[in-house]
């Protein structure tokens, strides 16, 4: 069985999910509102004879205006929608198209037009006129002209939302933002506890066990949650030790190894497919447990800003002043261990985990390669190292960033035609190293 929290997660995340709820409610809503009005007669008495509908045929035509207008809205709607998603696929990468495709303001603005054209339908069905029989519902037809003004007002909050959301700097502080967020939820965290115990030799382990058996990827794609509670409970059911080899983000082929099951008892049938259920497989990257799927997002913004079509290094700039936040943030944190113990403290899972080196190494890597020859970027960059030096906490990390300065530096020397650049970056550099 799937994961359930990830189920919800990807559900939650799924583009029409919002409409359809929406949608959902609004069918209720209107079969809630004409039993309402089977109720209740309200009267045309004071102000309310100004709102109401006096007969049928103007009730009708209300409804009809507001429906057709609601359908003409959305059609904008979806108009300007496509063309920011053009803009975007364009200057900042096509894979940001998921960013606006899942923008929930434009998903509650594109489901609230459609919600409101089933609404008057459904209220339209339910005028009667005949002479024997005449019915009118007066609170439907006032919460359908409450849905029309409200539109209006939407439309107006989705074209400022829509301007905003274009723009370089907020696409980046969004992106930064579920940056934050996955890091924070960095995988294998909560599967089992960690121990403070002397890191377990692999070949002793496995000659404890009588078998080895290999769990294989059913289809080719990329891995994109595993289930560390469900692999804990196998682990424990069957009283044997999982090893995994890959984390959430890598591409998987069809027939390649997931995880090796140490067991006394060889594995059935039953188990290797309940491990298998374990990993979702699809064919593209989800932020849900990648936590390097915002900082790649990121690095992309960065190059595409550092191509010579674009050559905007301002926007480069601004993303590797995210990604340092980002790492700063990242130096304060502990790691989690990959060996992961039972309450028994006996080793059931050893993880494939993210290390402070494999993040920093997605963060900057490509930037410094893009940005070769722009010195500006390639000064911000240095800075950027200046500035995680002050924030490191160990001797680890200082020696993995300064590998990072001294390639930064190294790529100046041989790029830099202006001396003042070279010096402007070398200042920085041996600052850097006065401060390590």
């Known amino acids: ?106 998903q ?3 489901g609230s037009y459609v ?90 382990l496995e000659k404890k066990y009588t078998f080895k058996t290999e769990i294989r990827s059913k289809k080719s794609g990329y891995l994109q949650s595993v289930d560390g509670q469900g692999l804990m409970n196998i682990a424990k059911d069957n009283d044997c030790t999982i090893i995994l080899h890959h984390r959430p983000g890598d591409f998987l082929v069809q027939d390649m190894v997931l995880c090796d099951v140490l067991s006394n008892v060889e594995c059935d049938k039953e188990v290797h497919k309940k ?36 050559n905007d290094p301002y926007t480069a700039i601004a993303c590797i002043d995210n990604l340092t936040s980002v790492m700063c943030y990242l130096t304060g944190v502990e790691f989690p261990s990959p060996y992961r113990y039972d309450k028994q403290d006996k080793l059931r899972v050893i993880a494939d985990i993210h290390t402070f080196s494999g993040m920093l190494n997605a963060s900057f890597n490509q930037l410094r390669q893009y940005a070769e020859r722009n010195p500006s970027v390639m000064i911000r960059l240095m800075e950027a190292m200046n500035t995680l030096n002050a924030f490191a906490r160990n001797k680890n990390q200082q020696e993995l960033i300064l590998q990072h300065a001294e390639m930064i530096m190294n790529a100046a020397e041989k790029t830099f035609s202006e001396r003042r650049d070279l010096y402007d970056i070398k200042k920085r550099f041996i600052a850097f190293k006065e401060r390590g």
Not at 63 to 73: D, F, N, P, Q, R
Not at 158 to 172: A, G, L, P, R
């Open 1 to 106: 069985m799937k994961n359930p929290q990830y189920l919800w997660e990807k559900l939650n995340a799924s583009f029409w999910f919002i409409p359809i709820m929406m949608l959902l409610i609004t069918i209720g809503s209107a079969i809630g509102f004409i039993y309402l009005d089977s109720r209740i007669q309200l009267s045309h008495d004071g102000v309310l004879r100004y709102l109401l509908p006096a007969s049928v045929d103007s009730a009708r035509s209300l409804l009809t205006i507001i429906a057709g207008a609601m359908m003409g809205v959305a059609g904008t709607v979806f108009s300007i929608t496509l063309v920011v998603l053009t803009l975007a696929s364009s200057q900042l990468g096509s894979r940001l198209v998921r960013n606006f495709m899942y923008d929930k303001l434009n």
């Open 108 to 110: 509650v603005v594109l």
């Open 115 to 204: 919600s409101s054209f089933v609404y008057c339908l459904i209220i339209l069905s339910s005028l009667k006129g005949i002479d024997s029989f005449e019915f009118i519902p007066a609170i439907s037809v006032l919460v359908a002209i409450a849905l029309a003004i409200a539109g209006i007002v939407l439309l107006i909050i989705f074209i400022h939302h829509v301007s905003m959301s274009i723009q370089s700097d907020k696409v980046i502080s969004d992106i930064s933002e579920a940056m934050s967020k996955s890091i924070r939820k960095l995988f294998p965290e909560g599967i089992g506890h960690e121990e403070e115990k002397q890191v377990p030799d692999i070949a002793s």
């Open 275 to 310: 491990i298998q259920a374990d990993f979702i497989i699809g064919k593209v990257r989800t932020p849900l447990q990648d936590a390097e799927f915002s900082i790649h997002q990121m690095v992309e913004i960065a190059a595409r800003a550092l191509s010579p079509g674009v």
